[in-house]
């Protein structure tokens, strides 16, 4: 992996273009384009109209890869399936969390 000297003008540090990103991520630029369309990717889009992926996007590439080779869902059922998944992991979390604590009014004691 090379690095620049410089910063390039409108790039933030951290971003992947879409090569980057697709190299980075073990899949063709066609896949991540596709993912894009399909809402599951959210990259941003610079004055030129090229896509920037930021770093934290990998892991949602990472785990549409494993759920398309674990279960063999197809692309287009993917955003769905990862929003329930999403939806499930908020629910466990907050049955994990301690109940909120009464405040304010008198004590029993």
Aim: proline fraction near 7%.
């Amino acid at each position: 992996m090379t690095y620049p000297l410089v910063r390039t003008p409108g790039r933030a540090i951290g971003r992947l273009s879409l090569t980057t990103f697709s190299r980075t991520g073990g899949v063709h630029p066609d896949l991540v384009r596709r993912l894009v369309v399909l809402g599951i990717l959210d990259p941003e889009r610079d004055a030129a109209g090229d896509l920037w992926f930021e770093r934290d996007q990998l892991l949602t590439l990472a785990r549409v890869r494993r759920l398309r080779a674990g279960l063999g869902i197809n692309y287009t059922a993917l955003g769905l399936v990862i929003d329930l998944l999403d939806r499930i992991a908020a629910l466990e979390r907050d049955l994990r969390a301690p109940p909120p604590r009464p405040t304010g009014g008198s004590s029993w004691t």
